[in-house]
């Protein structure tokens, strides 16, 4: 008995070794974080969603545990909605003891049939390890505290009417309401007045999707202003869901990681308290350059 939610559909089978599956169909007609994150005309899966969708089945197995991270994700391919059909996806799950806890070894597959073949073919399109302990989320020893963003400099912010010039997202993942320089970090502001994530809008979410999304485009928006590159979601090394969202403003701030390679990144209020915490958030550039019009107002910002 355990929890449902939005990326939580049936289990279809349970083995001591084989672990969990649990099959959850995806209308790209119902559900905004489809519709609304679209890759040249289709839907296709925010990586943030992925992530949420093994917690909730790691959750779903074991209800009276917390998630203290989803860790070691990787985005292996696009799992697309073609023609805007609804699609069906699997998650794997294997369970594995930790110290006081439980490591979830989770898989996100995708099945399809294609022309001329007789058997379907499988991918695997996610990837990554949820631990569960008993006991609230623990912000890590040593964790730095995170100073709040300064107010926008006298170079100016980019603003949404611009980012999404460049981003593709409709109206529910339009997450930046603005991204400028703060020192040697980005902030980026969480946009007001989002319409819902997912349907029905009243069903929690244990990661906070929007808030990861938050960190990933402020990271690309200073990608973007510094390199001129665009550049998709290729792995993390760790997401922590601190605390929950209020009614305060909050901002993603991103920070090149020591020594990594990656980008760590935090969701603090206006008085530094953390919300969410990256470490370790590498990306894969996208092939095609961004016209010199187009990247300009993120170079002033980032200049």
């Known amino acids: 008995g355990g929890r449902g939610g939005v990326t939580v559909g049936r289990a279809v089978r349970m083995g001591v070794w084989s672990g969990l599956e649990i099959e959850t169909t995806l209308d790209p007609a119902e559900q905004p974080f489809l519709d609304h994150h679209r890759i040249d005309g289709t839907p296709v899966l925010p990586g ?3 992530v949420e969708a093994f917690a909730q089945a790691a959750s779903f197995l074991f209800p009276d545990l917390t998630v203290q991270a989803v860790e070691n994700v990787e985005f292996l391919a696009p799992f697309k909605f073609y023609r805007d059909a609804p699609r069906t996806m ?3 799950l ?5 110290g006081d806890g439980l490591v979830a070894l989770c898989t996100l597959l995708g099945s399809r049939t294609l022309p001329n073949q007789s058997e379907p073919q499988v991918t695997e399109h996610f990837r990554a390890r949820v631990r569960l302990t008993a006991g609230p989320p623990a912000e890590p020893p040593g964790e730095p505290a995170v100073a709040a963003p300064r107010p926008v400099p006298a170079a100016g912010a980019v603003g ?3 980012v999404y010039k460049v ?3 409709g109206p529910a993942y339009q997450v930046v309401g603005e991204a400028w320089k703060d020192g040697d970090r980005i902030a980026g502001r969480l946009a007001d007045g989002l319409p819902p ?3 029905p809008a009243a069903l929690p979410t244990l990661m906070e999707p929007r808030l990861i999304e938050l960190c990933f485009q402020t990271a690309g928006i200073g990608e973007l202003g510094t390199h001129g590159r665009m550049a998709l979601p290729l792995r993390v090394d760790s997401v922590r869901t601190l605390r929950r969202p209020n009614s305060e403003a909050l901002y993603a701030v991103t920070h090149p990681q020591n020594g990594g390679g990656g980008v760590d990144a935090w969701v603090v209020d206006g008085q530094g308290n953390v919300y969410l915490a990256l470490s370790g958030y590498r990306t894969i550039e996208l092939p095609g350059g961004m016209t010199p019009e187009v990247l300009q107002p993120f170079q002033t910002a980032m200049a």
Not at 94 to 98: C, K, P
């Open 94 to 98: 294997q369970l594995r003891s930790d």
């Open 48 to 50: 943030v969603m992925g």
């Open 160 to 162: 949404a009417g611009d």
């Open 197 to 199: 994530n997912h349907q």
């Open 167 to 169: 981003y593709f997202h």
């Open 90 to 92: 699997t998650i794997r």
